[in-house]
């Protein structure tokens, strides 16, 4: 197959499948999902996505209607139909199918939805444009829920001011873009928002924090503000599709670009990592 879809059991190309309009996806977006890259059959970092899928689930008191072991297997071998070797493997739980009323239905059945399709790995050397846009979402920025408006309407703000991301700020505070995290890179430390409710905790950001001991960078969790951004040696978003790309403008002004020697030693880490763990 060039793409797979699957819904409770069912497979087909993602443009044919059908779902019920009574999928609380549909009404609410009441559900929870996550996304990875696969090269060589192998789902990179699959363990802190599956687990990072329980903990917003949970969050939402939305129940997985299988234990972490399956699903890791269910989604190895629907990553076997396809015929691309890097994909980009998404899935949901969403709340059950119910006609459409807020409150929680009686005895929800959880919906799995699948979808991987054929991924191009991104060129890091290529930097992206930024724009800045308040940051208007609820208080539990950290539940990777599937309601996403106003990172959507932020990322059309970015797209049609010819950017390729929006940072979202809380008065003068940076939390974080509309489907990535940002970190910037000063005097040789990296700084990056804490993980609290108002970012969610990236797996490409835990990965970044884990690379800071051993390329001898020292890390500090502890939110910084638009100025520190624009004034920083280096800005870059990270991301499980971006990995860990560059800025060199932000609203037009030119931002970063006088640490390239320790970000490329970053983006080396992660492509490494990568690399080696998908063989
Ligand atoms: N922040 C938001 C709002 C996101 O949607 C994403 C990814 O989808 C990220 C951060 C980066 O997370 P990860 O590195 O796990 O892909």
Request: with cysteine.
């Amino acid at each position: 197959m060039k793409t797979l879809g699957y819904y409770n059991g069912d497979t087909a190309e993602i443009c044919d499948m059908r779902v019920p309009m009574n999928d609380r996806a549909c009404w609410f977006g009441d559900g929870v999902y996550e996304a990875a890259l696969a090269a060589n059959g192998v789902i990179f970092a699959l363990e802190d996505h599956i687990n990072r899928l329980f903990r917003s689930a949970s969050m939402l008191e939305i129940d997985v209607p299988l234990g972490k072991a399956e699903l890791k297997e269910l989604l190895v071998s629907l990553l076997k139909k396809v015929e691309s070797s890097v994909n980009f493997v998404y899935w949901q739980l969403t709340r059950g199918t119910a006609d459409r009323s807020h409150a929680f239905p009686e005895n929800p059945k959880t919906n799995l939805w699948v979808t991987i399709k054929p991924f191009t790995m991104p060129d890091l050397r290529q930097k992206i444009k930024l724009i800045t846009v308040e940051d208007t979402r609820f208080l539990h920025c950290n539940i990777k829920t599937l309601n996403l408006l106003p990172n959507v309407m932020a990322s059309e703000k970015a797209k049609k001011a010819g950017a390729k991301e929006a940072v979202f700020h809380r008065a003068e505070r940076v939390t974080e873009c509309s489907h990535s995290n940002i970190h910037i890179l000063k005097n040789s430390v990296l700084r990056t928002a804490p993980a609290d409710n108002f970012i969610l905790a990236g797996i490409t950001r835990a990965h970044i924090l884990q690379c800071c001991p051993v390329l001898g960078i020292k890390a500090e969790e502890k939110a910084f503000t638009i100025t520190d951004m624009m004034t920083a040696d280096e800005v870059f978003i990270s991301g499980t599709t971006s990995f860990c790309t560059a800025a060199d403008h932000i609203n037009g002004i030119p931002v970063g670009g006088r640490d390239p020697g320790l970000l490329k030693k970053i983006q080396d880490f992660l492509l490494d990592k990568f690399n080696k763990e998908t063989i």
